[in-house]
């Protein structure tokens, strides 16, 4: 239950975002120096000159694009389709400083619409092609699973829009984004992260990018070579409502942010994202020293101080995550929590961020039960699951499915003698993911309800008569099953949190974006019998932080 302080600040943000306190900020969130803001409604736009509200200057038509109207709101865009040469706006001049040379933080977002697929297609680009690895920096709409998001040229620092391939959808607005922190490459399709790679070497710290200075900033094509020539060859033959620039690195809640902001006049529904969340009470981030964990390596909970240990051979850390390599439960590595963390608690929530590398039969993300009614200690051992909550990387050897189970037949914890399956859709191999698997007690009616979301999704729901006191959870283990024959988790683990509360979607739609890194908290502010000045000040605040910087 939210305290009177939470509901008096939830009410002050939601007067501030209704204009009831006048801050005199704009809505669309900046990071570092806007450099170009072009909007097709300004009535420059498909003349020769496209007003730039940036900072470097209005931009020159090359070619003939056009205003059209696009889209079942008809909204005016600028019309890239060429027939025959190039069309395109440039920048007067060269691309600045900020943006060029060895992994320079940047954002490029662009509301763009594409009613047919013509191979590699352009959106913005600066840097040229033709160069060294990582000197490019084209921001695309290409189907291709290598560079279909981002041409940086060469195999390494290009970015598809998943690593199976495909591109936004066609005939529909799409906001889509590129974010470059110094160190990785994100890019967003319509709020929500598309796809992730880190662009720096880790061995070495040598820089992943390196884009060639000395060249126009193109829109709806790129720089063929040094004497900024456009390439024909991967023109945008699309329609461009927006362009903006920034010098500095969005962060996922400003890219939703933006995307909220425009969204309805696309025809698109804007995501509630709640800018703040409970605190976990169980936080464990995986920052051991880089190199091999062996077996009684300390896996800290740096709230709840409810450390856990590796068990087993053969897992790795590199300081920020903690790898596992799979296979057989007598032998190899996983996470060995301590006992209890569920069953003392009524409402539940369980996130992690964490990427699978490979099929393992019926592996575990997560299993939080009994093995033959008793406790586990090390490697080995053990027989059937009895009591658990679990998520599983595969549906036994369906390696495209995963599963959600709560069972309770181990007496310990009395209860129904129930057993309850979800099955979902396995999320891609080698790629991070988010999920978060909600434990409401009362959710369904009055009885419980297990709510799972991925990356900010809800995809379904499991009712359940199983309550967590129900469930004897002695072994708690991440990447290992109470079914001592499963398989190990052959994966990594970014960061696993445990709540005392059932978040709610918007909630973990905020979790989610500000990623691994960051506790969503809400900030500490004044009790009401206080100071309400000063609780209406806090809230401004944390109000401006999410809004456009000067």
Excluded at 211 to 222: D, S, V
Excluded at 517 to 537: C, F, R, S, Y
Aim: glycine fraction near 14%; proline fraction near 5%; include cysteine.
């Amino acid at each position: 239950m939210k305290t009177v302080r939470q509901h008096v600040l939830r009410c002050v943000l939601s007067m501030c975002a209704l204009g009831m306190f006048a801050s005199g900020a704009q809505a669309i969130d900046t990071a570092g120096t806007l450099l170009v803001d072009l909007d097709a409604r300004h009535p420059s736009a498909g003349t020769a000159s496209w007003f730039n509200a940036g900072t470097i200057g209005d931009f020159v038509e090359a070619g003939n694009p056009a205003v059209g109207t696009f889209g079942p709101n008809n909204n005016p865009a600028v019309d890239f389709d060429s027939s025959g040469g190039i069309d395109a706006y440039r920048s007067q001049g060269n691309s600045p400083a900020s943006v060029v040379g060895q992994n320079p933080t940047r954002s490029i977002e662009v509301w763009v619409y594409n009613p047919t697929q013509n191979g590699e297609e352009t959106t913005v680009a600066w840097g040229r092609r033709g160069g060294g690895n990582g000197t490019n920096m084209g921001f695309l709409y290409t189907p291709s699973n290598s560079f279909g998001a981002v041409g940086h040229w060469g195999g390494g620092p290009d970015v598809p829009w998943s690593p199976a391939g495909g591109a936004p959808a066609l005939g529909q607005w799409n906001h889509l984004v590129y974010v470059h922190n110094g160190d990785s490459t994100i890019v967003y399709e319509n709020g929500l992260r598309a796809n992730h790679e880190y662009h720096r070497d880790r061995g070495n710290n040598n820089p992943f990018l390196n884009t060639h200075p000395n060249q126009l900033i193109n829109i709806a094509a790129q720089n063929a070579n040094a004497g900024n020539d456009l390439d024909g060859g991967t023109r945008g033959q699309l329609a461009i409502a927006n362009v903006r620039v920034h010098d500095g690195a969005l962060n996922p809640l400003q890219v939703m942010n933006n995307f909220n902001e425009d969204a309805g006049r696309f025809g698109l529904t804007a995501m509630e994202v709640n800018p703040f969340s409970p605190a976990p009470v169980n936080r464990y981030s995986f920052d051991n020293a880089a190199g091999a964990a062996p077996d009684g390596t300390v896996l800290i909970d740096s709230i709840g101080g409810q450390h856990g240990v590796v068990r087993g051979a053969g897992a790795s850390a590199d300081g920020s995550q903690l790898s596992l390599p799979g296979g057989s439960g007598a032998t190899q590595a996983y996470g060995d929590l301590p006992n209890g963390l569920i069953s003392t608690k009524t409402d539940l929530t369980i996130e992690a961020w964490v990427t699978i590398d490979g099929a393992q039969n019926w592996q575990r993300i997560f299993d939080f039960g009994s093995s033959g009614n008793a406790e586990v200690l090390g490697p080995g051992g053990g027989g059937q699951g009895t009591d658990y909550l679990m998520v599983s990387g595969a549906r036994g050897g369906n390696a495209l499915q995963a599963r959600i189970e709560v069972r309770n037949v181990d007496p310990m914890g009395g209860g129904p003698g129930d057993i309850n399956t979800l099955d979902l859709a396995r999320p891609g191999i080698n790629q991070e993911f988010h999920f978060a698997l909600v434990f409401d007690a009362d959710g369904n009616g009055g009885s419980p309800q297990i709510s799972y979301y991925r990356d900010g999704v809800l995809l379904d729901t499991l009712n359940t008569n199983i309550q967590l006191a129900n469930l004897n959870d002695v072994n708690n283990w991440l990447g290992r099953s109470n079914w001592t024959a499963d398989a190990n988790f052959q994966g990594s683990f970014n960061e696993f949190r445990i709540y005392d509360v059932a978040l709610d979607g918007k909630q973990i739609a905020g979790n989610f974006l500000l990623g691994p890194d960051t506790l969503n908290l809400e900030q500490a502010v004044p009790e009401p019998a206080t100071a309400a000045l000063g609780l209406i000040g806090v809230a401004l605040i944390a109000s401006r932080r999410r809004r456009r910087t000067a």
